[in-house]
């Protein structure tokens, strides 16, 4: 038996010694130390050393296995050592080369003004609320006073799930989600994506976003609502900005408007940019329907409130002068940096 243990490490260490690559010495390691390896092989044959030759024995094999080891690891440092030397002289570093510039992302221009938007409606008291992007049939179209029969319902402008669910066309489901929390008063603002089965082209996409705002509380007045949306037209688009509200229909709230602002280009007097027009029309609105704060247990008699959206691409392309909205989605941050 000492003469084979014997054997078996001078065998292991000649090959350690021939081994001129880390693979060659692991190739070695696992001859004689693995689960197969020879030593191993050993170790299993004890069964038939006589037991009271086995403490001597295993003592042995024990012995030759830390001998093995401690000559493989030296050789294991050893071979690292000459790798890491031929690597560096082999890789020249020019020290003389300009460093690399860590690449920084930018704000998307839709973020940017987002966050513009949200601060000045925070500063008037209002929350940040958010609703659902995939949304019920429910909220989206029938708790806002849109009757099954109305054209926006139609497959061609509406992306279905299936009969009950949609991807919301629209924020204004969000105002339905809320009024029916019956937290009171409320002042909100929901940002966030809207869909529509709408063909790509500079002002259209069929993923876009909105801004919903929300206001209930007791007598409330058309006169809050084009108070509130005058300080922030200016706040957004400049002091000098004019507000204009046309009479429009909407659903979900009456009377209803659009509103107009100043073309902020030409200040009015008709440009390019506002399409000769001296006006630009920028959000839908209107004082929330009895019926509306009804279905979302809201008592009508006591309780009013005025609503608003706007759509957030069209907030960022005018104020940042972005003439078509397909830049927007293609993230290119030469495109993004700009802003
Ligand atoms: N949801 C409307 C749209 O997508 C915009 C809108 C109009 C929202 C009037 C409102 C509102 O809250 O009162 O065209």
């Known amino acids: 038996m000492k003469e084979k243990l014997k054997a078996i490490r001078d065998e292991a260490i000649k090959q350690i010694e021939a081994s001129d690559a880390l693979e060659k010495l692991n190739d070695v390691r696992v001859s004689f130390l693995g689960k ?22 295993g003592q042995l094999v024990n012995e030759t296995r830390q001998a093995i080891e401690s000559i493989l690891e030296e050789t294991k440092t050893k071979l690292e050592r000459a790798a890491r030397e031929a690597q560096l002289k082999s890789e020249v570093i020019d020290v003389t080369l300009p460093a690399k510039k860590n690449n920084v992302g930018h704000r998307h221009p839709n973020t940017i003004a987002q966050e513009e938007v949200e601060r000045i409606f925070i500063g008037m008291g209002y929350e940040v609320m958010e609703g659902p992007e995939v949304e019920y049939d429910l909220y989206n179209f029938e708790k806002l006073n849109i009757p099954a029969n109305h054209p926006a319902k139609d497959e061609q402008d509406t992306f279905y799930i299936n009969k009950e669910i949609v991807l919301r066309t629209q924020t204004s489901p969000v105002q339905a989600r809320v009024m029916e929390q019956g937290k009171l008063p409320i002042r909100m603002i929901a940002p966030g994506r809207v869909f529509r089965a709408d063909e790509v082209d500079a002002t259209h996409s069929p993923s ?8 209930i509380d007791k007598n409330v007045t058309f006169a809050d609502l084009k108070g509130t949306l005058e300080v922030f037209v200016k706040e957004l688009f400049g002091e000098s900005t004019k507000i204009k509200f046309r009479p429009h229909h909407f659903p979900f709230t009456e009377p209803s408007a659009e509103v107009d602002v100043s073309c902020f280009k030409c200040g009015g007097k008709g440009c390019r940019f506002c399409k000769g027009e001296g006006w630009i029309e920028i959000l839908g609105c209107g004082m929330v329907h009895p019926h509306v704060l009804e279905m979302c247990g809201i008592d009508p008699d006591e309780y009013s409130g005025f609503a608003f959206g706007v759509g957030l691409e069209r907030i960022a392309l005018l104020k940042y002068e972005i003439d078509d909205m397909r830049l927007l989605y293609e993230n290119d941050i030469r495109f993004l940096k700009q802003f």
């Open 36 to 57: 197969k390896g020879e030593l191993t092989s050993v170790l299993k044959s004890m069964k038939d050393v006589a037991p009271e030759d086995r403490p001597m024995v």
């Open 208 to 215: 876009f976003h909105q801004i919903e705002g929300l206001v």
